[in-house]
């Protein structure tokens, strides 16, 4: 073999080897799902613990656009971890605010990841992308991926179908549906008084901790845009859930759901449906209503895939991924409207 020849070949080898090493490093990225067997495990989807770490490395690879915090605390002490994004993030700068929630409900392991992808691609792309840079230089974006902590450690070791937090309702029942604890048309149509159901609403509004620390949180940051990602059924749901009445800005909801929706097909060719949330089913006391009540600003629950319920709540880890990818263009959609709303009122 000829001398050039070989030394081809080497540098063939060479950059096999080169390829080799970098997948494995990107496979290792924080981005990419931890696959290393914790205590407790949850294979690919992310556990407490890994979401805590997750978002204190990401934070760290990130300091001067990203801050590692806490909102609350759960019932049983848990942190509920959030990251905020933007340049001069130590500031409260005069931006519009936009806030990715995960998690309200134990068993939607897939609404965890969702957000937590967002934060990773949003942060790891500041440099390479003038869209995300210009996205995170203008607002500021809030992602909380696990409201209900609790409950989701729950649904890890115990019991996987696990909805409400883990509320000891002192009749032998236990935990309240946090996404029926909001005060705005407290028990009301869809929530439940009965502690034994899915849907309780628990004794008052607010009384759990994770609900107050949102209600606190958001109260104090003001959004502008907020959704709340949820599992299954593949649907964009926006204002109200506890009437078939529609609300003041269905058109504007309404609108920016259709393009979302749109935006989610393009990639992967799966449909979520656009639709007012109470045409799923009326339930009181949720997140986007207590918000849009509070704010009139437009706040949506993106139930995520699958469509149906098999396999409803367990979605196969080979589609954390594309559910990310569907969704990304969907939530960067809404977070640059955001930024139209600057320009608009000036
Ligand atoms: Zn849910």
């Given amino acids: 073999m000829a001398k050039g020849e070989k030394m081809k070949i080497l540098k063939k080898i060479l950059v096999g080897f080169v390829l080799l090493f970098s997948s494995l490093t990107l496979m290792n990225s924080i981005c990419d799902g931890d696959d290393e067997p914790g205590d407790p495990d949850a294979g690919l989807y992310h556990t407490y613990d890994e979401v805590q770490s997750e978002l204190d490395s990401l934070a760290a690879a990130h300091e001067s656009i990203a801050d590692f915090t806490s909102i609350g605390k759960s019932l049983q002490g848990r942190d509920l971890w959030a990251i905020k994004i ?19 409900h134990a068993r939607e392991w ?20 003038a869209q995300i840079k210009n996205l995170i230089d203008q607002t500021e974006i809030w992602i909380v991926p696990m409201v209900n902590p609790d409950g989701h450690h729950y649904s890890v070791t115990s019991d996987r179908l ?31 008084g009965d502690t034994f159901s899915e849907t309780y609403r628990g004794p008052e509004p607010f009384s759990e901790p994770e609900t ?65 949330a109470s045409g799923l089913y009326l339930a009181s006391g949720d997140t986007n209503d207590w918000l849009y009540a509070l704010l009139r600003v437009p706040s949506y629950t993106i139930e995520l895939r699958p469509r149906s319920s098999y396999p409803g709540f367990v979605l196969p880890e080979s589609e954390i991924q594309p559910t990310f990818e569907e969704n990304l263009p969907a939530a960067l959609f809404l ?11 000036q």
């Fill in 86 to 104: 933007s340049d001069n993030v130590q500031s409260d700068e005069d931006e519009k605010v936009g806030v990715l929630l995960g998690a309200h």
């Fill in 212 to 276: 107050r620390a949102c209600r606190d949180f958001l109260t104090n940051i003001e959004p502008s845009a907020l959704i709340s990602y949820h599992s299954y059924s593949q649907l964009v749901l926006f204002p109200w859930g506890y009437t078939n009445s529609p609300a003041p800005d269905k058109t504007l909801m309404e609108s920016l759901a259709k393009t979302m929706a749109d935006k989610i097909k393009a990639v992967h060719g799966v449909t979520y449906t656009p639709d007012q």
């Fill in 335 to 345: 977070l640059e409207w955001m930024i139209s709303l600057d320009t608009s009122s």
């Fill in 162 to 192: 696990w909805r409400k937090n883990r509320r000891n309702n002192g009749d032998g029942s236990y935990g309240v549906d946090l996404n029926r604890n909001y005060s705005y048309q407290w028990g009301g149509p869809g929530s439940s």
């Fill in 110 to 129: 897939i609404s965890v990841e969702v957000p937590l992808k967002i934060a990773c691609y949003l942060l790891d792309n500041y440099d390479a992308q």
